[in-house]
């Protein structure tokens, strides 16, 4: 049986435990859900190798397996929190034109249950395979504030990180990264009466603007660096001059290189109106995700392979990050977006692709497989 017609006679047995899994709602924080989709996982994973458990305060289960292999060390690298608040969608499976649709089913309980039909897989063939050591987190959807240093100590100890983020909606592998951040603005003013004495206020509103128009200033379109003054909060009533605003703003680069500028230039802010006082606070929660020469080369490994499977595979740099930008700053050659093929990451229409399915887990398999002998080495 040839690896596509193993993978689509498991097709009905992965898309019901795929139901369960999406099921069990796990926004990040919600410890419980958290919990029992941990619970879930551990109870089909434990057979495959060394399962541990970490407790990350606040935020639930860390998972771990350890499989043993050639001496070729790869980490696999997943992630069990979703974006959706628990209730949010009315329905948790729904169907329609070869799609299903769920909360979090793309973005990535689909690619979590990749890595355990890649397990079973190597089980049932006996195939040879690299070192194998998987990590799932539960804290992904907000920087990994509590994992971040687990996933960097543990892609330091293996030689490559391939990780289960979906593809693009048309399959597209991911190589490149940006790095972001997230930084608040607090700007103090003075109140006043807005329509007996205006002149005694500052209008921290006003100076928000004025400051709006300088984060802007420190785009650069052809870098690919983006600052999104994207939340504004300003003022009490109408009648009064506000004297404090707030503006959370989302900050991506590609290089580290214009990261540091634009926290430079973030931190170089300085107020426009008289008296008003700026206060500048946050990070960058995720370094970027460069493109280097293994993770070209086993991306063209993918390639040959996919090519036997029927699948024309390219690769691409994506504005969004992952958890592949703290396995690459780790210095690990990171290759992600291997998950399945769908579309409506974070958005209502999230949903996968179901036909794609039984190739995307075999294109996953065989290279896993095939990396037993690292890219660049002789047969």
């Known amino acids: 049986m040839n690896t596509i017609d193993h993978f689509r006679r498991r097709l009905p047995d992965y898309l019901t435990e795929l139901r369960t899994l999406v099921a069990i709602e796990t926004p990040t924080g919600h410890t419980a859900g958290s919990e029992e989709a941990a619970e879930w996982l551990s109870e089909r994973l434990s057979s495959f190798g060394e399962l541990s458990h970490g407790q ?25 929190d979703t974006v959706w608040a628990v209730g949010s969608w009315p329905e948790l499976w729904r169907k329609t034109d070869g799609h299903i649709f769920g909360p979090g089913i793309y973005d990535m309980k689909g690619g979590l249950l990749f890595i355990l039909e890649l397990l079973r897989w ?5 195939a040879d395979h690299p070192t194998l050591d998987i990590l799932i987190n539960p804290d992904e959807e907000i920087g990994s504030p509590a994992s971040a240093e687990v996933i960097r100590e543990a892609a330091g100890k293996n030689d490559l990180a391939l990780v289960l983020e979906p593809s693009t909606p048309d399959g597209i592998i991911k190589l490149g990264r940006k790095g972001s951040g997230e930084f608040t603005l607090n700007i103090r003013g003075r109140s006043a009466h807005q329509g007996v004495e205006p002149e005694l206020g500052i209008n921290a509103a006003v100076e928000a603007a004025h400051q709006v128009m300088r984060l802007l200033d420190l785009q650069d379109s052809e870098a690919g660096t ?25 900050v991506r680069a590609w290089t580290a290189d214009e990261q540091h500028r634009i926290e430079t230039g973030l931190r170089g802010l300085r107020p426009i109106l008289e ?23 086993v991306f063209e490994r993918a390639r040959a392979i996919g090519a036997d499977l029927g699948l024309e595979l390219k690769w691409v740099r994506w504005g969004g990050s992952s958890d592949g ?19 409506g990451s974070h958005q209502r229409i999230e949903s996968i692709d179901v ?25």
Do not use: C, Q
């Open 56 to 80: 990350l305060t606040g935020y639930g289960p860390l998972l771990r397996l350890r499989r043993p292999g050639t001496d070729h060390r790869v980490m696999l690298l997943g992630h069990l």
């Open 122 to 126: 190597l089980e049932s063939t006996g």
């Open 226 to 250: 983006t600052i999104g003054p994207n939340v504004l909060k300003a003022g009490t009533a109408s009648n009064v001059v506000p004297d404090h605003a707030e503006l959370r703003i989302d």
């Open 275 to 297: 008296g008003s006082r700026l206060e500048l606070s946050g990070r960058w929660n995720r370094p970027p995700m460069e493109v280097t020469p293994t993770s070209l080369a």
């Open 325 to 343: 930008n703290i396995t690459a700053d780790a210095g690990t050659p990171t290759v992600d977006g291997l998950g399945p093929v769908g579309e």
């Open 355 to 379: 036909d794609a399915l039984p190739a995307r887990m075999a294109l996953f398999a065989e290279l896993v497989a095939s990396l037993a002998e690292p890219v660049g080495s002789s047969s």
